[in-house]
T-cell receptor
Framework: GAVVSQHPSWVICKSGTSVKIECRSL??????MFWYRQFPKQSLMLMAT?????????EQGVEKDKFLINHASLTLSTLTVTSAHPEDSSFYIC????????????FGPGTRLTVT | ELKVEQNPLFLSMQEGKNYTIYCNYS?????LYWYRQDPGKSLESLFV?????AVKQEGRLMASLDTKARLSTLHITAAVHDLSATYFC??????????FGTGTRLQVFP
């Protein structure tokens, strides 16, 4: 149990376009989902926390207008990178949490974004 | 602001040897996690440590938590090549947010 999927697993886009990444909890209802970004050989940095039906809470330094997060249902959260630039190229990982499993977060497989 | 530091950042060790990775954090927390990450992959959960003095073991890995010292250790016993990966500790900041350590890249050679 507690499986989280992401789609796509990798994406290449041109500078200036927008890209949407989906995060789904497959066998549980996630009250909270988290989005992380990881640059090569670096640690994970939390970008934002989203709760179903409410606005996401962004970490300091993360542009909310650039990284749009929607948590429309208990099993789906989306991250849209708007007007992507090469510096947005990174590994994006989501995680999900639900009360039945305490405070542990379950991580998706990640999405590698390359902006050319 | 919670800060989490790991050391060493890079560890090259011979098969069969033992070593310990350290995770220090700056403010009080009751929950600490250890993860493994293989190149190009996401995180694999290894251990969840929820109380002072907690010790958990799985195979050649053993993790412990000292909340008073704000220190967790990940001990590797008789390393094998399959353990080569990057290991992260992560601390719950108290707002349901995880703050990750810098990571320790482990390479095990014959």
């Amino acid at each position: 149990g507690a499986v989280v999927s992401q789609h796509p697993s990798w994406v290449i886009c041109k500078s200036g376009t927008s890209v949407k990444i989906e995060c789904r909890s497959l066998d549980f209802q996630a009250t909270t989902m988290f989005w992380y970004r990881q640059f090569p050989k670096q640690s994970l940095m939390l970008m934002a926390t989203s709760n179903e039906g409410s606005k996401a809470t962004y970490e300091q330094g993360v542009e909310k207008d650039k990284f749009l997060i929607n948590h429309a249902s208990l099993t789906l959260s989306t991250l849209t990178v708007t007007s992507a630039h090469p510096e947005d190229s990174s590994f994006y990982i989501c995680s999900a949490r639900f009360p039945g499993k305490g405070y542990e977060q379950y991580f998706g497989p990640g999405t590698r974004l390359t902006v050319t | 602001e919670l800060k989490v530091e790991q050391n060493p950042l890079f560890l090259s060790m011979q098969e069969g040897k033992n070593y310990t990775i350290y995770c220090n954090y700056s403010t009080t927390s009751d929950r600490l996690y250890w993860y493994r990450q293989d190149p190009g992959k996401s995180l694999e959960s290894l251990f969840v440590l929820l109380s002072n003095g907690a010790v958990k073991q799985e195979g050649r890995l053993m993790a412990s938590l000292d909340t008073k010292a704000r220190l967790s250790t990940l001990h590797i016993t008789a390393a094998v090549h399959d353990l080569s990966a990057t290991y992260f500790c992560a601390v719950d900041s108290g707002a349901d947010k995880l703050i990750f350590g810098t990571g320790t890249r482990l390479q095990v050679f014959p």
